[in-house]
């Protein structure tokens, strides 16, 4: 057996890892996919954290008055604040 070139190395090394690559692929495919189209759905524009809530109590109640709802962010906080200090 003689000694195998730097290069050689290389080549199985890259081989094996394309391979193992591949196998994980077929092997989690109908997982993958699912995960792939979820994150395809998903707007990364949009915080769900600013979102409002849907509470169908809060939906009813149309005519209430917003004092009680909370902010949605800092600046409505702070414009909250500033219009009760007044």
Do not use: C, H
């Not at 080549?11 to 196998?23: D, E, H, R, S």
């Amino acid at each position: 057996m003689g000694k195998s070139s730097p290069v050689k190395q290389a080549a199985v090394v890259v081989g094996a890892l394309a391979f193992g690559w591949m196998a994980i692929e077929m092997a989690f495919k109908p997982l993958l996919d699912k995960a792939r189209a979820a994150m395809d759905k998903t707007d990364p524009d949009r915080d769900p954290d600013d979102a409002p809530a849907d509470d169908s109590s809060a939906k009813s109640n149309d005519a209430a008055d917003d004092s009680d709802r909370k902010p949605l962010s800092y600046a409505d906080a702070v414009a909250k604040n500033a219009a009760g200090a007044s």
